[in-house]
């Protein structure tokens, strides 16, 4: 099982360029979410979806987009990169019962993406 | 809306010394709460939570209701501690959305 695989896991943009990061679990979890790591912010949610087909917006949803084709597959994607999208993205998988491993989290290694 | 704040960015402590990490929360209902660590070169992973009451590696929280805390407490660091720590703030009945606070990035000294 590899869990949570993110790739890339590196990647240098230019201003105004776009790009996606794919994030692909093999848990069968129902639920998927991308999250921004900034210095001294923690994590922050920009986009969940809680099953194929459907997505939602987070904390910090602007600038970004989202789409869940497949049940193992939670794509982010940058349609015009900014300085200040320049972060660390995790994204994360997890059950939807309520009992035994109840809120837990799977995340994957994270993308670094710098934008110039 | 739910807030939650780690007031200590940095920590340091020696080996063999007790080690509070504190985390303080802001919520109108009834929170469930956890800590994640994200050891060097490691996925973050859940530590502990508190509905189950549990001890992992040493370390245990208490959820606080009167005072809003959820602090991580451990009587006797290790160097193998040292991480950063989150706690985090998942709404009863929310689909799983987990507010994070920023992070302790703890160090155990030798």
């Known amino acids: 099982n590899a869990g949570v695989t993110q790739t890339p896991k590196f990647r240098v943009l230019k201003t105004g360029q776009s790009m996606t990061l794919l994030c692909a679990q093999d848990m069968n979890h129902e639920y998927m979410y991308w999250y921004r790591q900034d210095p001294g912010m923690g994590l922050r949610l920009i986009h969940y979806s809680v099953g194929e087909g459907t997505t939602a917006k987070g904390e910090v949803p602007d600038g970004y987009n989202v789409s869940r084709l497949k049940k193992q597959n939670f794509l982010l994607g940058l349609e015009s990169a900014a300085p200040s999208q320049t972060s660390v993205y995790f994204c994360?998988?997890?059950?939807?019962?309520?009992?035994?491993?109840?809120?837990?989290?799977?995340f994957g290694e994270g993308s670094r993406l710098t934008v110039l | 809306a739910q807030r939650v704040t780690q007031p200590e960015k940095l920590l340091s402590v020696f080996k063999g010394a007790p080690v509070e990490l504190k985390c303080n929360y802001s919520y109108s209902g009834s929170p469930e709460l956890f800590w994640y660590v994200q050891y060097s070169r490691q996925r973050l992973q859940l530590l502990l939570r508190h509905i189950s009451r549990e001890s992992i590696k040493g370390f245990t929280a208490d959820l606080n209701k009167g005072e809003t805390s959820f602090h991580l407490k451990k009587p006797f660091a290790q160097e193998e501690d040292s991480a950063m720590y989150y706690c985090a703030l998942k709404k009863a009945g929310s689909a799983r959305q987990l507010t994070f606070g920023s992070g302790t990035q703890l160090t155990v000294l030798p």
């Open positions: 994360a998988s997890s059950l939807r019962g309520t009992s035994g491993v109840a809120g837990e989290l799977f």
